[in-house]
């Protein structure tokens, strides 16, 4: 009887075995996509490049909508008025300053944990990261890449004669060549080549205007999230909390729970009114809200018809409407999915039209929602909506043909601008300076450096000597602010001064363990499993990727 139970009990092993192997593995190609969650001035983004997104001239760049779906290989741009903020699934955050360009290299999956590796390839940006167990995030600039496993916030600065990081909260690990160099908040890392590119540690610089502008996005995205989180029951955060508490109101809708309608709307409101369509050749055809709100409800969740009209339910819909926020959770997956749309698309005949999903809805079967309304196709535009006639029949489609629809045609735009920069270091700590045009501060193509056109060229010891007695951190000499291009002699675009091939670095995670839901992970096993993505020397859009990490949606 004993022998009989063990056997019985190994069949079920392998059974089980079986059955969740084949969607844990799955999970290691799922597409990531991230938010573009603010837009302040003139923002841009390219879908595609080869290697290098600032010297690729058949890089398409467009105009970027706030909202836009920014999915592994994209690079984004600001200019010199502008700044942008990217919101990932997990929490994390990164902010763009004028002048910068950052490359989405890898948005990937690996059993759950999530991989972003980004380079930022121009300009300072500040990075807060709060990862969840098993999370991978890492940032390379020009002189060497940084790792954070931990909540942490640090800020990069990458320009031509050099590098910098600010550990402003936490703690994170600098990768240079075959070095791992630990610093905490307080601490600052940066490269001069100038000075022999030897790293210098010291402290931190002072505060700009960029950093607190920073510190107060955050804190009010985590106070509005902490307070929108309270009516949804997920454990998890997914990018767009904050703008619910913001923009809108929770109501209690019997049968459902909590559901969400925004401010100045009534009973007659169409909730796909606010946006318009954009087509990408590898997501298709997806929505993008043009409301401050319009991510959460149209990628995530769905919708119930009351006596308030349209409310947004943080339940999800398809696949069983297995978990909160947006749908199928693969095992061990514990992010809800992106959605192009939350609708679901249907075709009576040659019409198409879409019908707002509801949190019941099963695979291939009819909409709940398809008495309350239905938004049809006319003329390759999606209409408002309208009440279904009673007796057609609308089937259930997958998606609509490519042609169905006339997206939002985004501007184009130029190609991001190189701006010369120096990095100016002294007891002070280390921050970039814009070389303005009236500055007397020029580039050398001869010395490869940065000088003083007014006096003869000081020795790098007496530039720091200079750097710490000025202030460096407050730059008094050379404005920050003051943000104008300059294209030193030697290039159209600027001669640079040499510098090292930095490849991000191949991630190492902890593989998770898994809770018999499968939606939970507990503590990593120790194990490792590195990355074995197929990419270049740098993002660039069309790549493929394969092994155990690495988005294989391309």
Known sequence: MKRLYVALFAIGLTFLSALTTPLARADASHARIVRLSLVQGDVRFTRE??????????????????????????ALATDANSRAEVEFENGAMAFLSANTVVEFYDLSSYEGAHITRLILR?????????????????VTGGDFSVEANGRTRFRMDNYDDGSAVNVEQGQINVLRKNDSKPLEKGQSYSININDGSAPAVGRMSEYDDFDKWVSGRIDAV?????????????????????????????????????????????????????????????????????????????????????????????????????????GFYPYGFRYPLYRSVTGVWVHNGSSIGLVPANPGDKPGKTPLNLAHGIYTIQDNTLVAS????????????????????????????????????????????????????DSSIVYDPGQHRFVNNNNPPKTSAEETKVAATTGAGNNPAIPDGSLHSVNPPGTAHG????????????????????SAGGSNRGAGSGATASAGSSHGTSASGGHSSGGAVGGGHH
Do not use: C
Not at 122 to 138: L, M, T
Not at 495 to 514: K, M, N, Q, V
């Open 49 to 74: 490049f080869h290697k290098n997104s600032l010297e690729d001239p058949k890089a398409v760049w467009e105009n970027a909508p706030l909202n836009l779906p920014i999915r592994e290989g994209f």
């Open 122 to 138: 121009q300009g300072s940006s500040i990075f807060y990261v709060h990862p969840a167990d098993g999370d991978y995030f890492s």
């Open 222 to 326: 985590a106070t509005a999230t902490a307070y929108s989180s309270q009516y949804v029951s997920s454990p998890d955060y997914t990018s767009g909390f904050a703008d619910l508490y913001n923009y809108g109101s929770f109501y209690n809708v019997p049968g459902y729970g909590y559901g969400w309608q925004p401010y100045g709307v009534g009973p007659g409101w169409d909730p796909f009114a606010f946006g318009s369509w954009y087509s990408d050749p590898y997501l298709g055809w997806n929505f993008i809200g043009s409301a401050p709100w319009g991510w959460l409800p149209y990628h995530y969740g769905s919708w119930v018809f009351g006596p308030m009209g349209w409310m947004w339910m943080p339940l999800g819909f398809g696949f069983g409407g297995i978990g909160p926020m947006g």
């Open 386 to 437: 309208q009440a279904s006639v009673a007796g057609e029949n609308w089937a259930v489609t997958k998606n609509p043909p490519r042609t169905a629809l006339v997206g939002t045609t985004l501007a184009t735009a130029t190609q991001p601008t190189r701006v010369s920069r120096t990095i100016l270091s002294g007891n002070a700590g280390s921050r970039p300076v814009t070389i303005s045009r």
């Open 495 to 514: 001669a640079t001064p040499a510098r090292p091939h930095i490849s991000p670095p191949t991630p190492h995670i902890s593989e998770p363990s898994y």
